[in-house]
C-alpha cells in the first residue's frame, strides 16, 4: 500500500488512473522475499526494482523503498 500511496502522491494521478500493482508484482510475493531462509540469516544486501506509473520502484531488504524517476 505504501508503494502505491507514494507513486500516486508523486504522479498526482487518480487513483483508477494508476496501473495495478499486482499486473507489475505480486505484493505477497514481495513481501515474503526478503524473509531470512533461517534464523541466522539475514538479507540486508538483496533488493527488487520494477517500474509502476512510470516511476521506478526499489524496495530493499532493509525495507526502505526508492522511487525515482518521473511520469
Do not use: C, W
Amino acid at each position: 500500500m505504501t508503494i502505491v500511496l507514494t507513486v500516486i502522491a508523486l504522479s498526482e494521478t487518480a487513483p483508477d488512473e494508476l496501473d495495478r500493482i499486482y499486473d507489475r508484482i505480486d505484493p505477497d510475493s514481495l513481501e515474503s522475499l526478503f524473509v531470512p531462509a533461517n534464523a541466522a540469516a539475514k538479507r540486508n544486501a538483496d533488493q527488487v526494482s520494477f517500474r509502476l506509473g512510470g516511476y521506478t520502484v526499489t524496495v530493499h531488504a532493509s525495507r526502505t523503498i526508492i522511487v525515482t524517476g518521473s511520469a
